[in-house]
């Protein structure tokens, strides 16, 4: 499936190939906008609202860069559904969620 990139994924993608120089499964942590929160009144709030969560990337080299683009735009996608979980309540999911967190 092809769609338009956004911004900062390409930067991601720089990151996550840096660090698969020495391992090819990491665990990022990445910080949203988080004013799309199911809290009424949220949009007069003063004040950052953020929402933090691990973002686990596996780079395969035989994998194209475009393919790598797309598919980590798309993970994190379907991450920034969760995004309000917080890191207190993944952490208790289990034990890799846990360490997933300690980024």
């Known amino acids: 499936m092809h ?5 900062g994924v390409s930067m991601r993608l720089f990151f996550d190939q840096v ?3 020495y ?3 990491v665990v990022f942590g990445v910080t949203v906008n988080g004013r799309s929160a199911l809290v009424p ?3 007069r ?6 929402a933090t969560f691990p973002l686990r990337v596996r ?3 035989s994998t194209t860069i475009e393919t790598c683009l797309y ?3 798309d993970n994190i996608t379907e991450l920034v559904l969760y995004k309000q979980t917080g890191l207190q309540n993944i952490r208790r999911y289990s034990r890799e969620c846990a360490a997933a967190c300690d980024f």
Do not use: F, K, S, W
């Open 3 to 7: 769609h338009a990139l956004y911004d």
């Open 19 to 21: 660090e698969a120089a």
């Open 23 to 25: 391992h090819d499964d």
């Open 41 to 43: 009144g949220i949009e």
């Open 45 to 50: 709030m003063a004040g950052p609202t953020i």
């Open 59 to 61: 780079l395969d080299t």
């Open 71 to 73: 598919m980590l735009q």
